[in-house]
């Protein structure tokens, strides 16, 4: 484990853009936000972003592909620029298991070559939480906030950054950045793994149980009655679909420019009453039915998919965002049953 | 005088029940936390007992909810308003959007909300938020109790709340206040004064952060078209992703003026806007400046009137007298 102390903080993100971009959380007066590192941009302290770490692998619109049409010519333009190495720091357990999560979906059989592209150049640079808010609960997932997952794992233990390299990856970066950094016994981490596993412990939502949920459950909460009162407020805006790290639903389309056509993909929602329309309509006709496939999706048909992983890390997002406070915990209460009394 | 509160709004709505005046109760039910109430319909005492809640963050306008509401039976539903939901609640009525006898309205007094994005950005994950007077007293889970005057603590729209008299009810629980004049023009005038220059750096920082969420129409009480046209895939402007960073902007500038001499200014798309963009403040403009072009008209003050924007007379103002263009974009 190799150590910087803070107020070295700069020259240790300048060595690191030095070869490959660099994105950290800023403050904005929007909230903490993604953005490329220049000199003397300041780390958040912020516990996350208001936007998820997706958009680094899955952004909201892509160009996929042109077509320039030229009598009865088409002729197709391979639009993708070869993406180049770029390193994300400060990403929160939650939203580095979301990539495990998306890559489940973009990764397999057919491969998503855009996503894989993206994916496979980035390095991550988790960063540990020390002081989880009232809406966290990916401890409910079994997310370990004090030990994240990632290429480089980091803790911010008072005056210094301690880096652990956990992947070929990180050990390549890490190594480069060997001249300012120095060993460490990683004795002052595992103090703060400590301290932060009992503010875990001690959360309002920390004995959230997703136990009766899972593989094979579709038939148990499909027709439940609960759908109705849980459904009847939202406004299908898809704010909490766009926040959230794990929704992954994008539409393709054709986009016509006078000149040719462009066809991108953009993020999508089933909350949408336009969502996967088709000639005969679009398959669920109601808010309930939309609002029931966000929260199926998450808690038991990914699971029933990918090995008994649910599709929601806990991070709080959709807590903080939804217009009518609907969320995914008070589902979870809802149709939980004697687990989240 | 009547203190309004929680056990009085439960009394009133259960005599409602039990006389059969109603068969429903549109409000607000209670949450994980003190801050995160969520709309929703009580049939009966019981519910109401178990889960109501009224307090500093019901704030979301239920103007809008009669609209699916009311078709859902023959009974009347209950509806609790604030000040400025009632005018939201005429201007649906104006636009013949719910049927007014399936409603009993019982507008209720407003001291303003609470603002929860406010209140987190001085605390450190929020356990509990109390308030006794002019004081709020946040339970939080690193910085111990932290008290703050109510008065910081407001929305925007709060601030510079325009009235606090009903102007639509079948009762009034409390007594009604008066017609406001809080300066909720003074940040327009501020962007006035900007150059043509300025101003679109302005917008443009701002709507940049837009992520097309829909929210903010999905909420407005004055956006109520079965259909959009932006969810409308043969409508040809149907808008899933932006072609460049001005395309968002065109969105809201375009359902800014779908709305003009229909908003009634309740702040509602700017409460829910997970980038915090003033969407408000658009709204503000056409506001400010139909007062100044054809006099002084607030949508939704009565039943039944018609907004200037869609009268014509000879002597409306010219496009030339009213804007003026300048500036690099021009
Ligand atoms: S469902 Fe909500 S809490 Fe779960 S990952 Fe998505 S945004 Fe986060
Ligand atoms: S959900 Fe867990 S990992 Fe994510 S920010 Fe909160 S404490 Fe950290
Ligand atoms: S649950 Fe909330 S955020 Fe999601 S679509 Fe419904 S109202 Fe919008
Ligand atoms: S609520 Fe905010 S982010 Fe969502 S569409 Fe409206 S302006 Fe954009």
Redesign the pocket.
């Given at each position: 484990m190799r150590k910087i102390s803070i107020d070295k903080l700069n020259s240790l993100f300048s060595a690191i853009a030095e070869n490959e971009t660099l994105y950290l959380p800023v403050d904005t007066k929007a909230g903490a936000k993604f953005e490329k590192w220049h000199d003397g941009a300041v780390l958040s302290d912020a516990l996350n972003t208001v936007r998820s770490a997706k958009d680094f692998f899955f952004p909201q619109t892509e160009n996929l592909m042109d077509f320039k049409v030229d009598g009865k010519n088409i002729e197709i333009i391979d639009t993708r620029e070869e993406c180049e190495d770029f390193v994300i720091f400060g990403v929160r357990a939650c939203d580095v298991k979301s990539f495990e999560i998306l890559d489940r979906v973009f990764l397999a059989e057919p491969v998503d070559s855009y996503y894989k592209n993206r994916r496979e150049h980035g390095v991550i640079m988790s960063l540990a939480c020390t002081k989880p808010h009232e809406t966290c609960f990916c401890g409910t997932f079994g997310i370990d906030a004090s030990s994240p997952e990632g290429d480089i794992v980091c803790h911010m233990t008072g005056d210094a950054l301690c880096m652990d390299a956990k992947t070929e990856k990180g050990k390549a970066l890490l190594s480069r950045l060997d001249s300012l950094t120095e060993e460490t016994d990683g004795k002052a981490v595992e103090e703060q793994k400590k301290v932060t596993k009992e503010r875990l412990a001690k959360l309002p939502l920390a004995s959230l149980s997703a136990d009766s949920f899972g593989a094979g459950k579709t038939e148990k909460f499909f027709g439940a009655p609960e759908w109705k009162e849980l459904s009847q407020a939202c406004l299908g805006c898809g704010?909490c679909t766009f926040v959230c790290p794990t929704c992954q639903c994008y539409d393709i389309k054709d986009f016509n420019t006078g000149h040719g056509v462009k066809r991108f993909r953009c993020w999508d929602s089933c909350m949408y009453s336009d969502f996967t329309k088709m000639s005969a309509g679009q398959p669920r006709l109601t808010q309930l039915e939309r609002f029931r496939q966000r929260f199926m999706h998450k808690l038991v048909y990914y699971p029933t998919n990918n090995g008994g992983l649910f599709s929601c890390v806990g991070c709080g997002r959709c807590l903080s965002k939804c217009p009518i406070q609907m969320n995914i915990v008070k589902v979870m209460k809802k149709l939980g049953g004697k687990e989240n009394d | 005088m009547q203190e309004i509160n929680r056990a009085a709004l439960i009394k009133r709505a259960s005599e409602l029940l039990s006389d059969g005046t109603a068969d429903r109760v549109l409000g607000w039910k209670a949450g994980e936390f003190d801050y995160d109430v969520t709309p929703a319909v009580f049939h009966s005492v019981e519910e109401l007992e178990k889960d109501f809640v009224w307090g500093d963050f019901c704030g979301a306008n239920f103007s809008k909810y009669l609209i699916k509401e009311t078709q859902k039976g023959d009974g009347k539903v209950i509806v609790f308003l604030k000040p400025c939901d009632t005018y939201s609640f005429n201007q649906l009525l104006t636009e013949h959007r719910f049927d007014r006898e399936k409603v009993y309205a019982i507008g209720i007094p407003c001291d303003g909300m609470l603002d929860i994005t406010k209140i987190k950005s001085m605390a450190d994950g929020v356990l509990s938020v109390k308030s006794e007077g002019d004081e709020v007293e946040i339970e939080t889970l690193y910085d111990g109790v932290i008290k703050e005057k109510r008065e910081n603590l407001l929305p925007d729209r709060c601030v510079h709340c325009k009235s606090k008299k009903h102007v639509s009810y079948d009762e009034l629980m409390g007594e009604d206040g008066e017609v406001l004049d809080s300066g909720r023009f003074d940040e327009v005038e501020q962007i006035e004064k900007m150059t043509p220059d300025e101003r679109f750096a302005f917008w443009q920082g701002e709507l940049s952060r837009?992520?097309?969420?829909?929210?903010?129409?999905d909420v407005c009480p004055a956006c109520t078209c079965e259909k959009c046209v932006f969810d409308n895939p043969d409508s040809g402007v149907e808008n899933k992703a932006a072609a460049n960073s001005f395309e968002d902007s065109m969105f809201?500038i375009i359902r800014a003026f779908h709305v003009a001499g229909r908003c009634t200014d309740c702040g509602e798309c700017s409460r829910?806007?997970?980038?915090h963009?003033p969407?408000h403040l658009l709204n503000r403009k056409f506001i400010k400046d139909i007062n100044s072009f054809y006099g002084e008209y607030q949508a939704g003050e009565t039943i039944g009137s018609r907004a200037p924007t869609v009268n014509y007379s000879q002597d409306d103002i010219e496009p030339s007298e009213a804007v003026e263009r300048g500036g690099d974009n021009a």
């Open positions: 704010t | 837009c992520i097309r969420c829909n929210a903010c129409r809201h829910v806007c997970p980038q963009i969407l």
